[in-house]
C-alpha cells in the first residue's frame, strides 16, 4: 500500500507565498508521476500541477501558471509545490496523488493514490 503525507498548508495572506510536501517513506515516489489537486468548499477535485517521474516534464493548470512550481527532491523522496502571489481563490485542501497510471494530465485518473490533503486559506 502506498502511504505517503501532505504538510505544508496553513493561512496565508493575499500575495503570499506557501511550500507544500509530499513525502513517503516505504517507496520511491520517483518511480511514479505525481500530480497535486485541490478542493474548494462545495466544487469538484480539479488538477493543479502535476510532474514526470523524471521530474523532466511538468504540467500547470492555467489558474496557477506563473505563480505555482511543482519539483521534486529524489534525495529526500519528496514532491514539492512551491506556491507564490496567493489568491484568496487558491484555498482549498491541496491532496498528492501518487499516479501508478503514468499520466500528467489534470484530470483524476483511475489509478490515483490519495493522502489525507492539507488546508491552504488565503484570506487577509
Known amino acids: 500500500q502506498l502511504q505517503f503525507v501532505e504538510s505544508g498548508g496553513g493561512l496565508v495572506q493575499p500575495g503570499g507565498s506557501l511550500r507544500l510536501s509530499c513525502a513517503a517513506s516505504?517507496?520511491?515516489?520517483?518511480?511514479?508521476?505525481i500530480g497535486w489537486f485541490r478542493q474548494a468548499p462545495g466544487k469538484e477535485r480539479e488538477g493543479v500541477a502535476c510532474?514526470?517521474?523524471?521530474?523532466?516534464?511538468?504540467n500547470y493548470a492555467d489558474s496557477v501558471k506563473g505563480r505555482f512550481t511543482i519539483s521534486r527532491d529524489k534525495a529526500k523522496n519528496t514532491v514539492y509545490l512551491q506556491m507564490n502571489s496567493l489568491k484568496p481563490e487558491d484555498t482549498a485542501v491541496y491532496y498528492c496523488?501518487?499516479?501508478?497510471?503514468?499520466?500528467?494530465?489534470?484530470?483524476?485518473?483511475?489509478?490515483?493514490?490519495w493522502g489525507r490533503g492539507t488546508l491552504v486559506t488565503v484570506s487577509s
Open positions: 496523488a501518487v499516479r501508478t497510471i503514468a499520466t500528467i494530465e489534470l484530470k483524476i485518473s483511475a489509478g490515483d493514490y
Open positions: 516505504a517507496f520511491s515516489l520517483g518511480d511514479y508521476a
Open positions: 510532474i514526470s517521474s523524471s521530474g523532466g516534464i511538468t
